[in-house]
């Protein structure tokens, strides 16, 4: 049973590149969400999506953009990457529709640096 | 503005020691309420949570959290810690906001 799945699990860019962080999970859940984890600031929601065919801001949505792909996919984006964004990114799902109800599964996480 | 504080970012406890970690939320709505840990090199994953009911919650591992409305607070508490509980423990409202997580280190 894999869960929630993210790819890749380490990547190194240099400022102005861009790149994607896939995110796939096997549960049917509705919700879908990327957070970054940042030392000693805790997880920030990036973007969600509560449901198929939708997508929302979080706490800190600059500089990244995402696509629901399906119910089973949701990928993040990061058009030119800045070193501000160096941080271990975490895919997320959740059962129900409304973002605000049901645990989280995370996936391993995907640690990227910006040079 | 909404937020969540947890009062201690890191603590150091011996073996069988009794924990208690602050949570304290402000958000204007009503909120689901949410204990998670990252155990050393893992992902994160629930403790425990509180939708409604019973304000005084049990979860994996012996861990238990009361909701305090008045106080706008849900404390983790365990009463006798173990070296395997070394973790990042977070505390969340409503899945999207996080407190800044606090770090427990217990000593052999």
């Known amino acids: 049973n894999a869960g929630v799945t993210q790819t890749p699990k380490f990547q190194v860019l240099k400022t102005g590149q861009s790149m994607t962080l896939q995110c796939a999970q096997d549960m049917n859940h509705n919700s879908m969400y990327w957070y970054r984890q940042d030392p000693g600031m805790g997880l920030r929601l990036i973007y969600y999506s509560a449901s198929e065919g939708t997508t929302d801001k979080g706490e800190v949505p600059n500089g990244y953009n995402v696509s629901r792909l399906n119910k089973r996919e949701f990928s993040l984006r990061l058009e030119s990457a800045a070193p501000s964004q160096t941080s271990v990114y975490f895919c997320a799902s959740s059962e129900g529709g409304d973002r605000n109800t049901g645990e989280l599964f995370f996936g391993e996480g995907s640690r990227l640096t910006v040079l | 503005a909404q937020s969540v504080s947890q009062h201690n970012h890191h603590v150091i406890l011996s073996e069988a020691a009794s924990l208690e970690l602050g949570c304290n939320y402000s958000?204007?709505?009503?909120?689901?309420l949410f204990w998670y840990v990252q155990y050393p090199g893992q992902h994160l994953q629930l403790l425990l949570k509180?939708?409604?009911?019973?304000?005084l919650v049990k979860g994996i591992k012996g861990f238990e959290a009361e909701f305090i409305k008045s106080k706008f607070s849900f404390n983790l508490r365990k009463p006798s810690v173990q070296w395997s509980d070394t973790a990042e423990y977070f505390c969340?409202?409503?899945?999207?906001?996080f407190g800044k997580g606090t770090r427990l280190h217990i000593l052999p």
């Open positions: 969340a409202v409503n899945q999207i906001i």
């Open positions: 509180y939708f409604s009911g019973d304000p």
């Open positions: 958000y204007g709505g009503t909120v689901n």
